[in-house]
């Protein structure tokens, strides 16, 4: 999908990592090592491919999705900061959905190589802007590193004065080869229905038979999915539950940057910090991760 951003290469920033710039001027990372390929955007700090040498792309990214930077990316892994789905009232109804991290632009701290692959880190911190939607400084970290296993890390540094609560999820979309090939194992036994407004029970594994968007409550630290093509185990650190979602063909219909026929070939499986969030005390930070590996 990458092939549709027309990016310019910049310059090298180490042996695997080149930036490059799209032409209405957003910025990416474009890494190729000896692990995996991998892209992210500046904007909005947001990783749109990963590959691993031999494997399927893991995740999936809409067709037409904007790329000029009003809007997120819609597929990869957006990163859902300082709240998930809609603001909360004491917050404001008019802020934007799933926060301001994935509709800002990020600087690269730094780029370096590992044994096991390339480390890239980037910076958000609070301005004037940020402060005016959310009271409260911070300097929101996030790290990939890319390898033959992809790890994220988001953390969240609380630099004011007094506490600061949030909710983030790692919104990974995860390109399938069809609805019927998706199994997820390991998401516990409790949800709740966003669809339907209530909590439900679920015995046995995860099928996708029909629209849905679930937050399990109890997961396992590791949850287990196949996708068609392999089997991928995430692992999923600090978090306290696993959303899963797709549109199914109704849902897909009425988005414009979703593309129309794509809902059956995509599943979104995200480590996420929901319902009361997490507590940061002012000096003390937090960290979400999601490590994806392949076992099969």
């Given at each position: 999908?990458?092939?549709?951003?027309?990016?310019?290469?910049?310059?090298?920033?180490?042996?695997?990592?080149?930036?490059?710039?799209?032409?209405?001027?957003?910025?990416?990372?474009?890494?190729?090592?000896?692990?995996a390929e991998?892209?992210?955007?500046?904007?909005?700090?947001?990783?749109?491919?990963?590959?691993?040498?031999?494997?399927?792309?893991?995740?999936?990214?809409?067709?037409?999705?904007?790329?000029?930077?009003?809007?997120?990316?819609?597929?990869g892994v957006?990163?859902?900061?300082?709240?998930?789905?809609?603001?909360?009232?004491?917050?404001?109804?008019?802020?934007?959905?799933?926060?301001?991290?994935?509709?800002?632009?990020?600087?690269?701290?730094?780029?370096?190589?590992?044994?096991?692959?390339?480390?890239?880190?980037?910076?958000?911190e609070s301005?004037?802007?940020?402060?005016?939607?959310?009271?409260?400084?911070?300097?929101?970290?996030?790290?990939?590193?890319?390898?033959?296993?992809?790890?994220?890390?988001?953390?969240?540094?609380?630099?004011?004065?007094?506490?600061?609560?949030?909710?983030?999820?790692?919104?990974?979309?995860?390109?399938?080869?069809?609805?019927?090939?998706?199994?997820?194992?390991?998401?516990?036994?409790?949800?709740?229905?966003?669809?339907?407004?209530?909590?439900?029970?679920?015995?046995?594994?995860?099928?996708?038979?029909?629209?849905?968007?679930?937050?399990?409550?109890?997961?396992?630290?590791?949850?287990?999915?196949?996708?068609?093509?392999?089997?991928?185990?995430?692992?999923?650190?600090?978090?306290?539950?696993?959303?899963?979602?797709?549109?199914?063909?109704?849902?897909?219909?009425?988005?414009?940057?979703?593309?129309?026929?794509?809902?059956?070939?995509?599943?979104?499986?995200?480590?996420?910090?929901?319902?009361?969030?997490?507590?940061?005390?002012?000096?003390?930070?937090?960290?979400?991760?999601?490590?994806?590996?392949?076992?099969?």
């Amino acid at each position: 999908m990458l092939e549709n951003f027309n990016l310019t290469k910049q310059k090298e920033l180490t042996s695997y990592v080149t930036l490059a710039t799209s032409d209405s001027g957003l910025s990416y990372l474009l890494i190729k090592n000896k692990h995996a390929e991998a892209a992210i955007s500046l904007f909005g700090a947001h990783l749109m491919r990963y590959q691993a040498n031999g494997k399927h792309p893991l995740l999936w990214m809409s067709n037409t999705t904007l790329q000029d930077g009003t809007k997120p990316f819609r597929g990869g892994v957006p990163i859902c900061w300082p709240w998930f789905g809609p603001a909360s009232a004491e917050i404001g109804a008019d802020k934007p959905l799933h926060g301001f991290a994935r509709i800002s632009e990020w600087q690269l701290e730094g780029v370096s190589e590992q044994t096991d692959g390339t480390l890239v880190h980037l910076v958000l911190e609070s301005s004037e802007k940020t402060l005016e939607m959310w009271p409260h400084a911070f300097r929101l970290e996030f790290e990939v590193l890319v390898g033959a296993e992809l790890t994220m890390s988001l953390t969240t540094g609380n630099t004011g004065d007094s506490e600061l609560r949030y909710r983030a999820a790692l919104h990974s979309y995860f390109d399938t080869l069809n609805t019927e090939s998706v199994k997820v194992s390991g998401l516990g036994n409790r949800y709740f229905d966003k669809l339907a407004q209530s909590e439900k029970a679920q015995d046995g594994d995860f099928l996708l038979t029909e629209a849905v968007d679930r937050i399990y409550t109890a997961p396992e630290a590791s949850v287990t999915f196949t996708n068609g093509y392999e089997t991928v185990q995430l692992d999923n650190g600090n978090a306290n539950s696993v959303v899963v979602w797709n549109p199914w063909e109704k849902g897909a219909a009425n988005m414009a940057d979703f593309d129309d026929d794509r809902w059956q070939t995509m599943v979104c499986v995200e480590t996420a910090l929901t319902g009361e969030g997490v507590v940061v005390a002012a000096g003390e930070e937090y960290t979400l991760s999601a490590t994806l590996r392949y076992i099969a």
